[in-house]
């Protein structure tokens, strides 16, 4: 079964510092993967994707991650936070040829201190 | 182009009752599916539909059921409700159903189950 670890269930940043969300993997056979973000009330919006090209992905608003394999990991960051970047941050996995079932970690809360 | 199109937003019914929740996909999409996220289980994914047919199926009880229109249009039913079934039921559209797709979320209906 696939499954996804998000370490730090909340993480706070000062303004301006970088963001590091972690995600963790465990699949024989390398997924596709994903990170989401949601804001208060509101449903997931994709950030970007990783679907076996380039290992480093830059998706909107100035996140990317980085796809290591050897490592079994795809961390988020962004060299400089922004208050509006204060949300709920999910890290996802879709096994191949299965369809559109995606698999979620538990989420990380990020805080951006002023 | 209009996102995905989730009714009602909010909603209460009583234990035993049943409850249908309707999704429009973005236009287009021809696949359809449904997540449960609760604080404690988080995102579940519960079904996903392409081309009237369910595709695959997570594990939950037959109590919540789908079904998807001509039109792409979903639907999920659940009944017998149960006071754990309070959640926010998330639906996601995609163009298609194979793997690597973005799928893209609505804002979700709330149901509360008294």
């Known amino acids: 079964a696939q499954s996804v670890t998000q370490l730090g269930s909340h993480v706070s940043v000062s303004e301006g510092a970088l963001v590091l969300l972690r995600c963790n993997y465990s699949s024989s056979v390398p997924p596709y993967l994903f990170w989401y973000v949601q804001y208060p009330n509101q449903g997931l919006q994709l950030l970007l994707k990783?679907?076996?090209?380039?290992?480093l992905v830059k998706g909107i608003n100035g996140f990317e991650a980085e796809f290591k394999k050897s490592e079994t990991s795809f961390h988020l960051t962004k060299p400089s936070a922004h208050m509006s970047d204060a949300a709920e941050y999910f890290c996802?996995?879709?096994?191949?040829?299965?369809?559109?079932?995606?698999?979620f970690g538990t989420g990380t809360s990020l805080t951006v201190i002023p | 182009k209009a996102g995905v199109t989730q009714t009602p937003r909010y909603l209460i019914k009583t234990r035993g009752q049943q409850v249908t929740l309707s999704c429009s996909p973005i236009?287009?999409?021809?696949?359809v599916s449904w997540y449960q996220q609760t604080p404690g289980q988080g995102l579940q994914f519960l079904f996903e539909?392409?081309?009237?047919?369910?595709?695959n199926k997570g594990n939950f009880p037959g109590r919540f059921s789908g079904r998807q229109f001509s039109n792409s249009r979903s639907e999920m039913n659940v009944s017998t409700l149960e006071l754990g079934d309070s959640a926010l039921y998330l639906c996601?559209?995609?163009?298609?159903?194979?793997?690597?797709?973005?799928?893209?979320f609505g804002e979700g209906s709330w149901l509360t189950v008294v």
């Open positions: 996601a559209s995609s163009p298609g159903s194979n793997s690597g797709n973005t799928i893209y």
């Open positions: 236009s287009g999409h021809r696949s």
């Open positions: 539909y392409f081309s009237e047919t369910q595709r």
């Open positions: 996802a996995v879709q096994k191949k040829n299965t369809g559109n079932q995606f698999y």
């Open positions: 990783y679907t076996s090209a380039a290992t």
